[in-house]
């Protein structure tokens, strides 16, 4: 199958993060691209502005009326399980014999012609593929990035490069979401972790370990598997592989780390060439972890040390990853997209160290029915960690609610004494009359859209004490 050889590509769920970088990616290639989702957001409002039409009502009337000007061979149909099977449009493509290919199916064909590079993981797989991405882009090194999260570097989760390169790489962040990451066949793959997830789909966590097994077993016979230290103890693998760690006697590993000003410097022991005095701008000892599994990358395709060390310091993050917004000496405003208990352990425990003594104000909105109901304690622990905590009602994506799974539930696990269950408007409400010191905003779903809101608000105080 020759993936750019369809005309229209009419995309379900278009405001996926994955999602759109491969709309953005054919419309590159002069495609017309066509999407769909539910809600709009400032991701959606971006693709209309780069050309992509989108829209948010399920309209078989309207998609009849875009069809009409293509045959059925010339129209590719891209989905994200997100969807719903009843959905009207799916449902109308499905019954006319369509082409319909799932995310992952035609992210898989786009990376068979290059070398691929798969990052996978339950947590830290975003940061760690834009941070290889940006590693390979430092080097002069041909190569495509399709990105779980908005680049800071490149303000964009699409980096394309040569298609007539037979050499390029392409960098995909590999998605354990309903097995996706198994339609790659990577030359390099790292597993950052393997925590039990989407249990909706797995089941339970053997389960989880099971699929991450898989698909260490697709990268090739002549690649390299890179896997964290108890990520290897987990899946008792026979892949020629390397190990890393935080700071365990592995093949790759950070030695001497030091904290002063928000950032990181540290060794970085390897079998290669060691780098010494590395320079991280990201807090968070998760973030070393991340950079180790990125160089251990880089030098497998022979970036040098220099080059790595120039790229580490110049390394700006993520979107939505620790993401600093409002950054003054009376107040903090820090956003993340932690949505997993572990994740937020991490976040919140980053926070702590970096700003020890400061009061620490979570709003966090639960990401799925099922997610919350698997993981309540986990979640009810991690929270705790708070000094205070508001909780937002549950996102529910894709799923249908489940009796009983509700915030309040939630709320009701806690041991923290400042808890409250509030709406978003009673959030910003709060918060023009409050001086939180520190103040983190968690999740997956539309808490974003307080980002803007929160950041004026926070702003506008801080001037006013300034009178």
């Known amino acids: 199958m020759n993936i750019l050889n369809y005309k229209l590509y009419y995309f379900l769920g278009v405001g996926g993060i994955g999602m759109s970088a491969l709309a953005r990616f054919f419309k590159h290639y002069k495609k017309t691209v066509i999407g769909y989702d539910k809600t709009a957001t400032n991701l959606t409002n971006q693709l209309q502005d780069e050309g992509i039409p989108c829209h948010f009502n399920d309209n078989v009337s309207a998609l009849e009326s875009i069809l009409k000007a293509y045959s059925k061979n ?9 969807v719903p099977k009843e959905h009207a449009e799916y449902q109308f493509l499905l019954k006319n014999n369509y082409t319909i290919l799932k995310r992952s199916v035609v992210l898989g064909e786009i990376t068979k012609q290059f070398k691929t590079i798969a990052i996978a993981g339950t947590h830290g797989k975003t940061t760690t593929t834009t941070l290889v991405t940006h590693l390979l882009k430092s080097a002069g090194i041909n190569c495509f990035a399709f990105m779980g999260g908005i680049s800071k570097n490149y303000n964009t989760n699409l980096l394309l490069g040569d298609v007539n390169d037979k050499d ?10 309903d097995r996706s990451f198994l339609t790659l066949h990577p030359q390099i793959a790292v597993i950052t972790s393997v ?12 389960h989880v370990k099971e699929g991450y097994a898989l698909f260490a077993k697709q990268v090739k016979s002549d690649g390299m598997l890179i896997v964290k230290k108890n990520v290897d103890n987990d899946l008792k693998l026979s892949n020629k592989r390397l190990i890393y760690s935080l700071n365990l006697d592995t093949e790759y590993c950070a030695e001497s780390i030091v904290m002063a000003n928000a950032q990181f410097s540290y060794n970085i022991k390897s079998p290669v060439e060691a780098i010494n005095d590395v320079t991280l701008g990201l807090p968070g000892l998760h973030n070393i972890e991340n950079s180790i599994a990125a160089v251990a990358i ?33 107040v903090v405003y820090i956003d993340d997209y932690a949505h997993h208990p572990e994740e937020l352990k991490a976040t919140i425990g980053s926070v702590r160290k970096l700003y020890p003594g400061k009061k620490i104000t979570g709003i966090f909105q639960p990401h799925l029915f099922s997610r919350t109901r698997d993981f309540i304690d986990d979640f009810a622990a991690s929270l705790d960690l708070l000094d205070e905590c508001i909780l937002l009602e549950i996102y529910p994506a894709r799923e249908k609610p489940i ?25 910003l409400d709060k918060m023009k009359e409050a001086s939180p010191e520190v103040l983190i905003t ?11 809101p929160l950041e004026k608000i926070l702003n506008t105080n801080f001037e006013k004490t300034e009178l």
Do not use: C
């Open 74 to 82: 010339e129209v590719l149909v891209v989905y994200t399980p997100a």
């Open 298 to 330: 880089a030098q497998q395709i022979g970036i040098k040390g220099d080059v790595i060390k120039n790229a580490l310091r110049s390394f700006s993050g993520v979107k939505r990853r620790f993401d600093y917004r409002v950054k003054t000496e009376k």
């Open 195 to 206: 925590d039990a997830d989407h249990l909706d789909i797995y089941g339970n966590a053997e």
């Open 442 to 452: 968690m999740g997956a779903g539309d808490v974003d859209s307080l980002i803007e």
């Open 168 to 177: 390029a790489y392409v960098v995909v962040e590999a998605d354990e979401y």
């Open 403 to 427: 009796e009983g799974v509700t915030s309040a539930w939630l709320l009701s696990k806690m041991k923290l004494k400042d808890k409250k269950l509030m709406t978003k408007q009673q959030v």
